[in-house]
């Protein structure tokens, strides 16, 4: 299928399985040097009967795709990754429109740079998910205002070695989650940055949860 460019972002959305009644959809947000087709085996894996949306980010590194701007490793450019969440935010309602999905059964799974973005999306627009798998992320920005979290829930799954996040970042960032009433799940990963296999099963293992599929199901 190819990647389609209007509503905002170049991106790729594949069906459920027609035979699944009320299926969930997958947001996927790649890391910086990646494109709409990065995460779809992962989307697949992670939740076999959902819909998958892969967006690709609209900001260039150094020929690298990424979600928003920084000035350095870890150093955001915040009001840019503001900008960017709100535009991510317009193109959710106008995806879901075209597609016809429900926001309300929308999860979102990032990684690194699109974990970023998805926390800032949770932090700015949290009524436009229902649960979150963030692979290595960090703080996006200290929030003004902690919204209303109760109706998420949010893993993540941090890493021990991670030489470009530091062990608090994520501890910060549950907290933060936490303070807003979300259910949130750290996971530590013995390893560095990249992902690995343990990464996928125990976050497979955590959307099969009971209380997780209640959530997205409500």
Do not use: C
Not at 133 to 162: E, K
């Amino acid at each position: 299928m190819p990647p389609i460019d209007d509503l905002g972002f170049v991106h790729k959305f594949v069906p459920a399985r027609a035979t699944v009644s009320h299926p969930v959809t997958l947001l996927l947000l790649h890391g910086t040097g990646g494109d709409e087709n990065d995460l779809l085996p992962l989307g697949s894996e992670l939740w076999p009967s959902a819909a998958l949306l892969s967006v690709r980010g609209k900001v260039s590194e150094n020929g690298m795709s990424r979600f928003f701007r920084r000035f350095a490793e870890g150093a955001f450019d915040v009001e840019d990754l503001k900008f960017r969440t709100d535009e991510l935010a317009q193109f959710i309602a106008a995806a879901s429109a075209r597609y016809d999905f429900p926001i309300r059964r929308l999860i979102a799974v990032g990684y690194s740079n699109g974990a970023n973005i998805a926390a800032s999306l949770i932090l700015l627009h949290p009524h436009y998910l229902t649960a979150a798998v963030l692979f290595r992320a960090m703080v996006p920005f200290p929030p003004d205002i902690v919204r209303d979290f109760r109706h998420l829930s949010i893993f993540l799954s941090a890493a021990d070695q991670d030489p470009i996040v530091s062990q608090s970042q994520p501890q910060e960032l549950a907290a933060i989650f936490e303070s807003g009433g979300a259910d949130v799940t750290l996971s530590w990963h013995r390893g560095g940055h990249e992902l690995a296999p343990d990464d996928i099963e125990v976050a497979k293992r955590w959307l099969s949860e009971d209380r997780v599929r209640k959530r997205v199901a409500a």
